[in-house]
C-alpha cells in the first residue's frame, strides 16, 4: 500500500461535517486563484498517494481536495518529484505493502500565493519498508535536477513534523538506501547529493567544484544536521 490512509473527515459529523468536506474538496483555484505564481501545481501531500496511485477516477479526483495539496514547481513535478514517485511504486511492488507520507518544509522566507497559502520551500517523502526500516527523500521545491535522502531523524529536526512517530532505535537514525529516480524516455535522472549542499541553495551545474560537492556527499552528518536546524 503506497501513502493510502483513511480519510479522517470522511463519514458521519452531520451537517458540519458535510460542509467541511464540501469545503476541503474545492479546487485549489478556489482559494489561490489561477496562476498567482509562475510555475507551481498541486502536490499530493499528508499520508495520502499521488493522483497515480488511486485505482480509480473518482478517487484520484478526491487526492485534490484542499487537504490534500501544496503549490509545487512545475518542473519538479514533472521530472525529479515524477521519477521519484515512479521508484516508490517499484520498491511498493517489490516489497507488497510499504509505508508512505509526503509533506512541505517551509522557509522563513517561503512565499505565499494570492497572500493566502504558503509555498513550501522543500518537499519530503518519508518511506518505511516493514522489515528494513525506513529513509526519506528531500527535494528543493524548484527545477534543481537533485535529491537528498535522509533519516526519519533527520527529517523530522528539518521539517519539524514525525512521520513515523512509532519508530524508534536504528530505523529512526539510520536511513535505508531508497532506490534512485526513474526517469521518463529521455530524461536525465535527478543526482542525489549531500543533504547540505540541497540546503545551500547552490545550483547544480557541470562547472561546479565537484572535489568539494564529493566532499559533501562522503560527509554529510554533522554538518547536515548543523545547516537543517539552522533553516
Known amino acids: 500500500m503506497v501513502g493510502r490512509a483513511a480519510d479522517s473527515h470522511s463519514g458521519g459529523g452531520g451537517p458540519q461535517a458535510a460542509a467541511r468536506q464540501r469545503l476541503l474538496r474545492r479546487r485549489p483555484a478556489a482559494c489561490c486563484g489561477p496562476g498567482q505564481v509562475a510555475g507551481l501545481r498541486p502536490l499530493g501531500l499528508r499520508p495520502r498517494s499521488a493522483s497515480g496511485d488511486f485505482a ?58 494570492n497572500g493566502r497559502v504558503r509555498v513550501p520551500g522543500y518537499l519530503w517523502k518519508a518511506i518505511y519498508v516493514p522489515g528494513v526500516g525506513a529513509a526519506a527523500y528531500v527535494v528543493r521545491n524548484d527545477a534543481t535536477p537533485a535529491y537528498s535522502v535522509v533519516s526519519i531523524a533527520e527529517l523530522v529536526h528539518f521539517a519539524r513534523v514525525d512521520p513515523f512517530p512509532a519508530l524508534a532505535g536504528a530505523a529512526r537514525t539510520a536511513p535505508i ?55
Not at 84 to 110: C, Y
Not at 198 to 204: F, I, K, N, W, Y
Open 56 to 113: 480509480d477516477k473518482a478517487s484520484q479526483a478526491e487526492s485534490f481536495s484542499l487537504a490534500n495539496i501544496v503549490p509545487q514547481h512545475s518542473v519538479s513535478n514533472r521530472r525529479t518529484w515524477s521519477h521519484l514517485e515512479t521508484s516508490t511504486r517499484r520498491l511498493a511492488r517489490e516489497h507488497g505493502s510499504i509505508q508512505v507520507v509526503t509533506g512541505p518544509a517551509f522557509t522563513e522566507d517561503s512565499p505565499t500565493l
Open 177 to 231: 538506501d531508497l532506490p534512485p529516480p526513474t526517469p521518463h524516455p529521455g530524461e536525465k535522472p535527478a543526482r542525489r547529493v549531500a543533504f547540505p549542499w540541497l540546503l545551500s541553495g547552490d545550483a547544480v551545474s557541470a562547472k561546479r567544484d565537484a572535489q568539494s560537492l564529493a566532499h559533501l556527499v562522503r560527509h554529510p552528518g554533522t554538518f547536515a544536521m548543523a545547516l537543517a536546524f539552522a533553516r
